[in-house]
Structures are given as structure tokens and as C-alpha cells.
């Protein structure tokens, strides 16, 4: 691994197919006149999947990184037997990102938000000395913070106050990583808004999000964990989403395996879930609206603060966007559905039973759909079925640490900012904080 070469690959613009090189931190096509998506186009068209030792990078032939990072760890896919069994499904296949030795799971923060952060920060090209900026709404925040500690690279992240509680970790982190917070009663689009305005001092840059290739391709791990494992790409897809980049992800690496020839000649077909009440893309996809439908910043806000899975409740996905999840929908064949709490937490007991470890609200929301689909006959007995598992093994992790005698150890931000806090506070108190 220490003589690992950066990935080769080209970036296409989705909207116009214009090719050209990644000349830095690249998140668009400057000359594109429409709002699109950036894909990569990697050199080797054949994945050539790399040893367990090598934790997420096994898959690095598609991922755009200048470097391999410590610790990192790959989603793990096994056969079901006692879910598939309740639903009836001869050949349900579930890929779990979290925490279960037992079965080869080794993401510590229990999410698969670490695909990402791997991902992205291996593509950091070495030297950069800018800090990173990430918004989150609990997940993904963790996952980038254990990430940049255990790399000492520098990280600005930027978290709703009512999740904090999803900034536990292990041991301390490195000073390297620090927290700033929007006030209790704010939402992630809050978030996001102040780690936008943090962007205005020249000393940060942003990760990106759905616009980062490394972003997606690092969430494609997924699907690429399915098919090489099943031997097949999947006909269905289920996984609950709150911006839609792991499901556009898990599209974007299909088409990768179509063009690698090995893994069939179907398009796997997307079935997406949201958790009532938060479902602005279920309301748009119901009317076959491209453009999301107006929603109320309070009702937002609102509904945010009642779902069960916080980490769903993006107020602004990539969804009509080219290459967007409406495409991914309409391309596939796909859905988007919904999940009250009460289904959630009924799917999540059901997974704890038969598939012997807990799993988080996201996931739960989508193993709620998978067994109303099933129940429905919207998915057939013989189909080959992926249930992507964002997150679970959370308990069996904090109870291992607490067998051993070890506290969680909580993030804090460093300052808690008002959502009409003014540009240059919010610059002065972040440009002081590295």
C-alpha cells in the first residue's frame, strides 16, 4: 500500500457527456449551463478487487483517491436467512456497513457515512493546507471526525445542536478536528447554511457533498460489495435516503458494472424510502415533479425534529439535478416510498431477531419498506434483492466498550451559533479556531 499510485480516471459532466481533467478539488463543469452532476471515468474498466487488508480501498480502482488512508474498513454482504425467511424471499442479500465482527463489519462509527469519509479524504491531494468543511446532521459528521483524527487532517465540522448526540467516539479525538453548532430548534439546512458562510474565509474549502465524486463513488462501495459478493448485480434495491447520493451511487456504480461485462446486463431497480412526515422527495416523485415542491421552512423544521431518522432530513437533495436521484428513478425503474416511526421501529425488532444485531432509524426505515414491498408482492419470491444497511451494530459496539471498562468520549462544539447569525461573527470565530 505504500506504493499505491493515484487512481487514473477523467471527469464527464452528466448533463452535455463533456469529458475533461480533474484539475484540483473539482465539484462541476464550469462551462455547463445546466445544474449536473460530475461523474468519474476510470481507467480500468475491469475492477480488480483488492484483499480484506486493504479495508475499503479492496475497491480503489474506483475510487478517485491520490492516497490510502489508516483504518478504514468495507461494507460486508452475506446471504439472508432468517429475514429472508420471514418475508419469503429465496434470495434476499443484505449489505451491512457498521459494527459486527462476527459477520466482518469493522466501521467503528457504526455508519456507512465512513465510505464517504475515506473516500474523500483520500482524495485530498497531499500539502493541501486549507481546512475541510463538512455539514452534517449527526452520521456523516462522526465518520469524517474519526477519519481526519486518526489522519491529522484538519476538519471544520458543522452540526445541528439537537444531534449532537451523535458525535460519540472512542477515545478523545486529535486537535485537529473541531465543531461548531447551529442553536437548538434548527434542522441540518441550517447547517449547512452556517457551514456555507464559514466558506467565505479563504483558509477553508468544501467537501461538497453529493457534488464530490469522492463522495459517491466511496458510498458506491455498497453495490460494489453486493454484486461482487452475489456474483450478480441485484435486480432491487432497497435503502432509505435523506439527500438520495447513496441510491444515485449505487446507480452510478451499476452502469460501472454493466461496462466491466462480468456482473450481468441488468439496471438494478432503485425502491428509495423516506420516514413520514419529513418526505419532500416522496411528495415530488408522487406528481412526477423534477422540481422539488415548495415546503414550508417551519413545517420543515417540524417534521425534522419527529422522524426517528434524523440523518433523512435534507431539505435541499440532489434530486432533479442531471444525474440527479429522479434520474436514477427514471432510468431504473424505481420508487420512492415511505415509513412511519412506528413501521421502523417494528422493521428494526424484526432485524434485531432474525439477523442478530441492531441497526439504525435510517436503516430500520428501509427495512420497513423492503417488508411492506414484500408483503405487497412488489417484490417477487425468486428475485435477488440487496437491503442496504446504512448503519446498525451501534449497541452491540458501545456495550463491547462498556464490557471493558471504557466511557464514550463526546465531541463539543466550540461555539453554538443563532440561524441568523451574521457572516462576519461566524468568519472571526472559525478563522480563530485553527
Known amino acids: 500500500m505504500e506504493n499505491f499510485k493515484p487512481t487514473q480516471y477523467e471527469l464527464e459532466c452528466v448533463a452535455t ?12 463543469d464550469r462551462q455547463c449551463p445546466t445544474p449536473s452532476l460530475v461523474r468519474a471515468v476510470y481507467a480500468q474498466k475491469q475492477i480488480d478487487v483488492k484483499g480484506d487488508d486493504h479495508g475499503l480501498y479492496k475497491f480503489h480502482d474506483w475510487l478517485p483517491i491520490h492516497r490510502m488512508l489508516h483504518g478504514s474498513a468495507a461494507p460486508v454482504t452475506w446471504r439472508s436467512k432468517g429475514l429472508a425467511a420471514k418475508l419469503g424471499l429465496d434470495n434476499l442479500w443484505i449489505t451491512f456497513s457498521g459494527w459486527n465482527p462476527t459477520r466482518g463489519a469493522r466501521m467503528s462509527t457504526c455508519s456507512f457515512k465512513e465510505t464517504e469519509a475515506y473516500s474523500v479524504c483520500g482524495r485530498i491531494p497531499e500539502g493541501e493546507e486549507r481546512v475541510l468543511v463538512v455539514a452534517s446532521a449527526g452520521n456523516t459528521a462522526r465518520a469524517f471526525a474519526k477519519v481526519c483524527s486518526d489522519n491529522n487532517i484538519p476538519l471544520l465540522l458543522s452540526v445541528p445542536a439537537d444531534n449532537l448526540d451523535a458525535l460519540w467516539f472512542e477515545r478523545p479525538l486529535a486537535d485537529c478536528v473541531k465543531l461548531i453548532a447551529t442553536e437548538r430548534g434548527s434542522d441540518y439546512f441550517d447547517a449547512i447554511h452556517l457551514s456555507n458562510l464559514a466558506l467565505k474565509s479563504r483558509r477553508f474549502f468544501a467537501e461538497g457533498g453529493a457534488k464530490n465524486i469522492a463522495r459517491r463513488d466511496g458510498m458506491a462501495t455498497t453495490m460494489l460489495s453486493a454484486a461482487t459478493t452475489i456474483g450478480e448485480i441485484p435486480d432491487s434495491y432497497f435503502q432509505a435516503v435523506g439527500s438520495g447520493t447513496g441510491a444515485i451511487a449505487a446507480w452510478e456504480a451499476n452502469m460501472r458494472l454493466l461496462d466491466d461485462g462480468r456482473f450481468g446486463k441488468k439496471k438494478c431497480r432503485l425502491v428509495v424510502s423516506q420516514n413520514a412526515p419529513f418526505v419532500p422527495m416522496y411528495d415530488a416523485w408522487r406528481v412526477d415533479s423534477r422540481v422539488m415542491l415548495d415546503y414550508d421552512d417551519n413545517r420543515a423544521r417540524r417534521d425534522a425534529e419527529i422522524i ?6 435534507n431539505r435541499r437533495p440532489p434530486y432533479g439535478l442531471a444525474g440527479g436521484l429522479y434520474d436514477a428513478l427514471r432510468d431504473t425503474g424505481g420508487e420512492i416510498v415511505v415509513a412511519t416511526n412506528a413501521q421502523a421501529r417494528k422493521a428494526a425488532a424484526l432485524f434485531a431477531t432474525t439477523e442478530g444485531v441492531d441497526i439504525h432509524p435510517a ?18 419470491p425468486l428475485e435477488t434483492v440487496m437491503l442496504n444497511i446504512t448503519g446498525g451494530g451501534e449497541s452491540l459496539y458501545k456495550t463491547g466498550l462498556e464490557a471493558a471498562g471504557k466511557e464514550l468520549w463526546h465531541l463539543t462544539p466550540t461555539h453554538v451559533f443563532a440561524v441568523d447569525a451574521p457572516t462576519e461573527e461566524i468568519v472571526e470565530r472559525v478563522e480563530a479556531m485553527f
Open 308 to 313: 426517528d431518522a434524523k440523518v433523512l432530513s
Open 363 to 380: 436503516a430500520a426505515v428501509a427495512t420497513a419498506s423492503l417488508v411492506k414491498a414484500a408483503a405487497e408482492g412488489r417484490v417477487k
Open 17 to 28: 457527456g463533456r469529458r475533461f481533467e480533474d484539475t484540483g478539488w473539482m465539484l462541476e
